[in-house]
């Protein structure tokens, strides 16, 4: 059974810094792609960044791009996502997802259960 706990949410000011993780099993994490999204209220959930661990290529919603970092460590089969200069436009649920693709397409297979991200201006 596929399972991917997020943890590292929080509350934090504008222009702060917060690391989120993800923990997966259930499957080999080599092969799959590894990927965060976010839903803020009343929004549809978007496309954060996606890490390729074919090639180890990284993609970037355009409005992270230079403040998102995301990276991927195998050897505990976990996902980063680190994000600085946080703004409130931030705020949402960030989701960890397994993928079946990341690159010219993002194609998510199985979502955790989401962390809070929560920026006070």
């Known amino acids: ?10 509350l934090v000011q504008a222009g702060g810094s917060l690391r989120l ?3 997966a099993s ?16 009343g929004k549809p959930r ?4 996606c890490i390729n661990h074919g090639d180890g ?3 970037y919603a355009n409005s992270m791009k230079g403040r998102f970092t995301i990276s991927s460590e195998n050897a505990k089969n ?4 680190q994000m600085n ?10 989701y960890c997802a397994a993928m079946i693709s990341c690159g010219s397409s993002w194609s998510p ?13």
Do not use: H, K, N
Not at 35 to 40: D, I, K, L, N, S
């Open 109 to 121: 297979r199985s979502w955790g259960q989401g962390t809070q991200v929560t920026v006070s201006s």
């Open 46 to 49: 978007e496309g954060v960044s």
């Open 78 to 81: 976990t996902v980063y996502l």
């Open 21 to 23: 993780s993800c923990a």
């Open 1 to 10: 059974e596929v399972q991917l706990v997020e943890s590292g949410g929080g």
């Open 85 to 94: 200069s946080l703004e409130p436009e931030d705020t949402a649920v960030y």
């Open 57 to 59: 290529s990284t993609y």
């Open 26 to 41: 259930g499957f080999t994490f080599d092969d799959y792609d590894m990927g965060w999204f976010r839903q803020a209220p």
